[in-house]
């Protein structure tokens, strides 16, 4: 009988790895050189682990969902035990269009076939990052937007019941629901200022 032996790396190591390539150890949050507290975290229903930015509630990136802190990291053993996986040109940066956070993560790179990620910080679905926009690209929104603004389209009355009903329908969203109440807590504001300010934010964001 083939003996085998095996040994346990703490989260200062990186564990040894036989495959031909070396993994790439999930990053989400803020730079390092930032300065803030981050952890060690895992999905309990994808069973992935992943270390991002420390916070009052946490979600994680691959379901959305409440996720699990395994260890807390300062951010310098971040930068040790990460290396290359958070250099520069490793990390794409995210936006989310819900609680309006913004940070960095190296998931394109560890999680192969897929770009439905969600917000660590809200839960919310993150938005595909579009292609990047090219001069023809940038010609034709501008004769869109000329021919919008030479027509009546935004006083057509079907076109106000259409954004109406929109309205409504994001306003009683779940969505909408959980982001405006964490928000209320957040900064000890009534829901309904906050619900107003978040489409404040939208309408502003369309222009």
Known sequence: ????????????????????????????????????????FEDEETGKKYYADLGLDSFSPLSGKSAKLLEEMTSDQIERLL???IKKDNLHKRD???????????????????????????????????AKETPQDKEVDGKME???????????????????NGINVLIKSIQMKELSERLANRYGMQTDKVKHDILIALKDAIR
């Open 83 to 85: 290396g290359a996986d």
């Open 146 to 164: 000329q021919l919008s603004k030479d027509s009546n389209i935004s006083k057509d009355p079907s076109v106000k019941t259409f954004i109406e």
């Open 96 to 130: 989310c269009e819900y609680c309006g956070a913004d940070y960095f993560d190296n998931f394109h790179l560890g999680v192969k076939g897929r770009d439905d990620f969600f917000c660590h910080r809200c839960g919310s679905k993150l938005a595909v990052p579009s």
């Open 1 to 40: 009988m083939k003996l085998i032996l095996g040994f346990w790396y703490p989260y200062t190591q990186k564990p040894v790895d036989y495959q031909p390539y070396r993994p790439v150890y999930l990053f989400r949050g803020p730079p390092p050189d930032a300065g803030f507290s981050y952890g060690l």
